[in-house]
């Protein structure tokens, strides 16, 4: 790998890891497409650490209220709100390790992550649906200040999903979120709180097993790190932003196009699986 497809692989990570179209395909298609090898785990582990700390930067305030808050129990709206993270991650965390043997093998593989684009995408355009209904009952759509422990361990369950490659993390929590009946935007904010711990944790486990053969390994998964991290900062924003003023719809017709062509290179044999 070279430096400059490097920071081409870090910058298509974080375009693709906090928009709810899954990084694993886009790294799968833009390594199939120009030709390179497809980023091993010890690189995908370092560059995904990096990106997510731009989020814990875009949300450094909420994160030492909630970490202050989660010291003194669950007395405040901060600290019930930190344990209600931290339970979200029980289920992506007991699955990641119970299922670990077919996430990194016989699941990854371009029929799998197409499956999941297209299967996500559904179900995405079924929760806008019911969002829509609401809207025309006149109910209102719930903040972050308004959640509950069932929403932090439903959203959690729905986290899970992202353990199968193609899912994406956000795609299916913001999914989840809508269904509980959040705002889009809260449900994006509540999403990226939340994959804050499992993220992490998930590095930490990653990396007891980073192995690098070269220097230059090393300084391309940095470059890479730091591409994401610039880049992954500006799509938190954008995507919060977006989300205030869009429905995911977007979304899901990009998801829907991506499944399909990725199943169609497999089929004519110029993707292989």
């Known amino acids: 790998m070279t430096l400059w497809q490097a920071i081409v692989l870090g910058v298509v990570q974080a375009l693709t890891e906090f928009l709810p179209i899954s990084s694993i395909a886009h790294m799968q298609l833009v390594s199939a497409v120009c030709g390179w090898k497809t980023p091993d785990a010890a690189f995908l582990a370092v560059v995904q650490l990096i990106a997510y700390v731009a989020v814990l930067l875009y949300f450094w305030q909420d994160c030492v209220q909630i970490t202050r808050g989660a010291l003194r129990g ?46 996500l995408a559904i179900v995405l355009a079924f929760a806008e649906w019911t969002e829509w209904r609401r809207k025309q009952r006149g109910e209102a759509l719930r903040e972050l200040r308004e959640l509950g422990w069932r929403d932090a361990i439903v959203v959690g369950c729905w986290q899970a999903l992202a353990l199968i490659p193609g899912a994406s993390r956000s795609g299916s929590t913001i999914t989840g979120g809508l269904f509980l009946g959040m705002k889009r935007d809260t449900a994006a904010r509540f999403s990226f709180l939340m994959s804050l711990p499992a993220v992490f944790a998930a590095g930490v486990f990653e990396l007891r097993k980073l192995h690098f053969s070269s220097h230059t390994d090393v300084i391309n998964a940095l470059a890479a790190g730091l591409a994401a991290f ?15 003023r869009h429905t995911t719809w977007v979304f899901i017709i990009y998801r829907l196009a991506l499944g399909s062509i990725l199943l169609a290179l497999v089929a004519t044999g110029r993707l292989t699986p």
């Open 74 to 119: 669950v007395s405040t709206p901060e600290g019930k709100l930190g344990w209600m993270l931290l339970a979200a991650t029980i289920p992506i965390g007991v699955l990641g390790v119970l299922l670990r043997h077919h996430i990194e093998g016989n699941w990854r593989t371009v029929p799998v992550i197409a499956s999941a684009l297209i299967a």
């Open 230 to 244: 610039v880049v992954g900062y500006f799509v938190v924003a954008f995507l919060l932003g977006f989300l205030r």
